[in-house]
């Protein structure tokens, strides 16, 4: 498959998702691993996040966003990554202790941190190239 090209309105959304794989399988391969070698859920689910951090930030600054070096985008990444961080391992803690099994708790978390990662980074980590309007051009 290939995606549209990065001026056409529907090459964020499926340039974020193709990334997002990509980021999920090292997130969530790392996480089985971890845990299948006896470390607790919460635990494996905090090092299986971190493993991603460089994958997401640079195919989604460079593939997705187009954002280049633009001031401040690693440091207000770094910001959504600690927030997502909590979440995800939170998220893992409290559907493990209601009774969720730590895989599909992990899968729970990494589809929502995944929802709020794409629309903090369009308009808050990468704004100023995002904006992608219906004909195709950038808006802004």
Known sequence: MRLPNRGHRLHQPLAFLAIGLISAAIDGGVFLALHSAGL?????SALSFLSAFAVNYRGNRDLVFDAGRIPGALRRYSVLVAANFALSTAGVWLLVGVGLVPWAAKLTTMVLVAAINFVAMRHWVFPARARV????????
């Open 40 to 44: 607790a859920p919460a635990a494996a």
């Open 133 to 140: 309007s219906d004909s195709g051009r950038r808006e802004g």
